[in-house]
């Protein structure tokens, strides 16, 4: 069992900052694929990104790449998610997830098998 806890979401003004971080627990954080998916109301849920906690492999989709930064910490198991430049169309619930296959196998939510509970992004205009 894998435990997700995300924080650090909230309100603000577009071309503002905010960073979320994901609390891991449960399970070796260096042997996961960790990703961050978002999901705006009426619409399907999108993987952002994920990395590979046990080196350096990270990759983006192409809607937030150069605007939203995946990073991680393997001393405190925790994933973050740096987003910069946040427009109105950020708005959403965003969620981290864990692939606990040892690899990373894109960003369809199907292959993650853990999910945090989600926190509101709101960017007003």
């Known amino acids: 069992q894998v435990y997700l806890v995300e924080s650090g979401g909230g309100s603000v003004q577009a071309g503002g900052s905010l960073r979320l971080s994901c609390a891991v627990s449960g399970h070796t954080f260096s042997g996961l694929c960790m990703g961050w998916f978002r999901q705006a109301p009426g619409k399907e849920r999108e993987g952002l990104g994920n990395?590979?906690?046990?080196?350096?492999?990270?990759s983006y989709a192409a809607s937030v790449k150069g605007r939203f930064t995946i990073s991680k910490d393997n001393y405190q198991n925790t994933l973050y998610l740096q987003l910069n430049d946040l427009k109105p169309e950020d708005t959403a619930v965003y969620y981290c997830?864990?692939?606990?296959?040892?690899?990373?196998?894109?960003?369809?939510?199907?292959?993650?098998?853990?999910w945090g509970q989600g926190i509101q992004v709101t960017v007003s205009s």
């Open positions: 997830a864990a692939d606990t296959s040892g690899r990373c196998r894109g960003r369809v939510p199907k292959v993650f098998d853990y």
């Open positions: 990395i590979l906690t046990g080196d350096c492999f990270t």
